[in-house]
């Protein structure tokens, strides 16, 4: 279960987020809407502390942290469960697809290499790449190198995984096997935030939908009730605009 | 005068035996020039108070001075500074025991901890933030990600500018001859001396220099090979 209390950040005089709360329940998958510059990926970054919220408190599972007055080792036990997948997979670049899934196993979880291993070749045949195991980054294409960045986000069991805006950078012909992928893992029932411009994929998968504008939570929904039947009048515009030829939306 | 092709010969094999004091000068200088510069680098990078305006300052005045000045600089300077602390503290030692090519060690590791400052600090820049992010997404400290992510990189990126330094450190040593330390240059001299083939004897000490040049740069794109080999894309 993830709990967000009142968080709120600025980037100089500009606000980014204005005392969002959001409540996730284990197993879940929410997926977060927006325009851009509406503050979505600021949102997800901060669940994972890459963001430094102003104020507000996070919670996942059982530990909980006030973000005024967060210290170095509530930032690592608040990283250590969640994990994030990004937009531009930012792969190690000098490590193969196993060795970036098996690093965090050997280095935050001091695994034997052994058992790592093993868990880390299970996750990437899981991925569908049990056969780029010794590849570099370098060598994978951009759909691929996602996959690999899913399998070292699953590989510390988090509580959530974050997923910000997955598929944007790719090719639009590898963008089913990503969400392929995503699908999977939904269906086992790991949490998830979802940040994402796939309108149908997130009417798929989402149990719940959430629609950010200007900072806040304009409105929120399962999925029939935000796409079928919006409420607020920034909700109708936006799915007007992203997807105009969609016979499902209004 | 004529030249002497045979003695160009003569004096290569007697300038050889120099070849130990350049390398030991170069490897020395380098080695601690690359752990200065390293430190440098990252104190600069971090942002660290205080350091890092002292790291600043000392890399903008080396860069801003000649080689063979902070030798000097050293050679004068350092005895005065060893021999009143040794005085005050009431310590036997003294700056006349310390050998000549060791203000050549000391003095040469300064300049190339300024200049190699600056090839780790662009290397460090050249690791994308979003790996950094990455590494700190699943719960790695900042020391780990930089220890494990992205200072290995940092260092593939700089092994061309490195290897530029070594050339640059081996043909500085030359510079050594101010204190007296016979280098492969001053041992060139010393062999011409007693018949003023001076031509021929620098000759010769091109020839070595350059050959060890080759040496470091076969051996520096070898290691660029090997250690590059993840960026050599295939679909991507």
Redesign the interface.
């Known amino acids: 279960m993830i709990e967000l209390k009142k968080i709120s950040k600025s980037f100089g005089r500009h606000r980014v987020l204005q005392d969002i709360s959001l409540s996730v329940k284990t197993g879940e998958v929410v997926v977060i809407l927006g325009p851009s510059g509406s503050g979505k990926t600021t949102l997800l970054r901060c669940v ?3 963001e430094k919220p102003a104020s507000g408190e996070i919670a996942v599972g059982d530990f909980k942290m006030d973000c005024a007055q967060a210290k170095r080792g509530d930032i ?1 036990r608040l ?2 469960k ?3 997948v ?1 937009q ?1 997979y ?6 193969t697809a196993l060795e970036n899934v098996m ?2 196993l050997l ?2 979880k001091k695994m034997p290499a052994a058992e790592a291993r093993s868990r880390s070749v299970a996750l990437l045949e899981k991925v569908g790449l049990g056969g780029k195991l010794d ?8 759909g ?2 996602q996959r690999v ?1 899913i399998a ?2 699953l ?2 069991e988090p509580e959530v995984i974050l997923f910000d805006e997955p598929t944007s950078a790719l090719d639009p012909e590898l963008v089913g096997e990503v969400l392929e992928v995503i699908r999977d893992i939904a269906r086992e029932g790991i949490t998830m935030i979802v940040v994402t411009h796939e309108m149908g994929f997130a009417r798929d998968v989402a149990n719940r939908v959430v629609f950010m504008d200007g900072g806040v939570v304009v409105e929120e929904g399962t999925p029939d009730d935000v796409f079928q039947h919006p409420k607020e009048e920034r909700t109708k515009q936006f799915l007007r605009r992203i997807t105009p030829e969609a016979n499902w939306v209004i | 005068m004529q030249l002497d092709p045979s003695f160009i010969w003569t004096a290569f094999w007697q300038i050889l035996r120099a070849i130990p004091t350049t390398l030991s000068i170069t490897a020395v200088s380098v080695l601690l020039g690359f752990a200065i510069g390293t430190v440098t680098a990252l104190v600069r990078l971090y942002r660290v108070p205080v350091l890092s305006q002292m790291a600043s300052a000392y890399v903008t005045f080396i860069r801003g001075t000649p080689m063979l000045t902070h030798l000097l600089l050293i050679y004068f300077g350092l005895p005065m500074l060893i021999d009143g602390l040794a005085e005050s503290l009431g310590w036997s030692f003294r700056s006349v025991s310390i050998p000549m090519i060791g203000f050549a060690y000391i003095s040469f590791s300064i300049t190339a901890g300024a200049y190699m400052s600056e090839v780790v600090r662009a290397g460090m820049q050249a690791v994308d933030r979003g790996q950094v992010e990455a590494a700190h997404s699943v719960g790695m400290t900042s020391f780990q990600a930089l220890r494990r992510i992205s200072f290995p990189q940092a260092l593939a990126a700089a092994l061309p500018n490195l290897a530029n330094s070594v050339i640059g450190m081996l043909h500085g040593s030359t510079l050594a001859f101010a204190v007296s330390v016979v280098d492969i240059n001053a041992q060139a001299q010393i062999v011409a001396s007693t018949n003023w083939k001076f031509f021929e004897a620098y000759l010769a000490a091109a020839l070595i220099f350059w050959g060890l040049t080759v040496l470091i740069e076969r051996a520096a794109a070898l290691i660029e090979k090997r250690v590059g080999a993840y960026n050599r894309g295939g679909v991507a």
């Open positions: 994972n502390y890459l690592l990283r250590r969640t994990a994030m990004f531009q930012n792969l190690f670049r000098h490590k690093e965090a280095v935050v590849e570099y980054p370098s060598r994978l294409s951009g691929q190198q960045g070292r986000a590989a510390l």
